[in-house]
């Protein structure tokens, strides 16, 4: 079935690039996600990649994609305090009627 | 524009009752979706509309919930017999025509069950 794993949870100096990697295991995936969930706020979507790309880049945000050993990476340049929050990778399910998330990684920039 | 709404945004109920939880899309947007984000986990879908019809209801945990989009605008999600295990942040989402590229969350109701 589908699964998506995620490191839960990583620490940085405001200022550093933060790498939150993701790994997931249907093999057919069209489109993978990255969600911003802040406390109080909905889920934001940050950004996805086709599956046919390696690599996306928006602004701070680049996306990392490994289909061969299925992962997915969200690098933020700069990271700054107010990133602070829980990042979701997400893929679709075989349906594709849905999303499936991980569990998210908590991010911590300290000044 | 006005995004996704959901009501109420907290609730609280004894074990053994019913709830509804209402949700408002984005005007337009035929498709809406149903999840569910227990404490530490990522959200978890339950099911989705396009239009009036559950096309899609396969992540339903069992025959106490269900949910409704007659009008193929509002949708409301119905628990019966709530159980503790039920506690849980209940988000909407809705996209035009499907597409999941273009998924948008409500601020999703906190259901806690006593």
């Not at chain 1, 802040?38 to 889920?43: F, H, N, Q």
Request: proline fraction near 4%; charge should be negative; include cysteine.
């Amino acid at each position: 079935g589908e699964d998506v794993e995620q490191s839960l949870f990583l620490s940085v100096r405001e200022g550093d690039s933060s790498v939150i990697n993701c790994t997931y295991t249907d093999s057919s995936s069209t489109y993978l996600y990255w969600y911003k969930q802040e406390p109080g706020a909905g889920l934001q979507l940050l950004t996805y990649i086709f599956s046919n790309m390696d690599m996306k880049q928006d602004q701070r945000l680049t996306v990392l994609l490994n289909k061969k050993d299925k992962h997915l990476s969200l690098r933020i340049a700069d990271t700054q305090t107010g990133d602070s929050a829980i990042y979701f990778c997400a893929e679709r399910n075989q349906a594709g009627t849905a999303l499936i998330f991980g569990k998210g990684t908590t991010l911590s920039v300290s000044s | 524009g006005a995004g996704v709404s959901q009501t109420p945004s907290n609730k609280v109920t004894e074990k053994g009752k019913y709830v509804e939880l209402r949700c408002d899309p984005i005007s337009g947007h035929t498709a809406l979706y149903w999840y569910r984000q227990s404490l530490g986990q990522g959200p978890e879908f339950l099911i989705y509309f396009q239009g009036t019809g559950a096309a899609d209801d396969s992540g339903l945990p069992n025959d106490r919930f269900f949910a409704v989009r007659p009008e193929g605008s509002v949708s409301t999600l119905k628990i019966q017999r709530t159980e503790r295990g039920d506690s849980a942040v209940y988000l909407c989402a809705s996209s035009p025509s499907g597409a999941l590229n273009e998924q948008y969350f409500g601020p999703g109701t906190r259901l806690t069950v006593t």
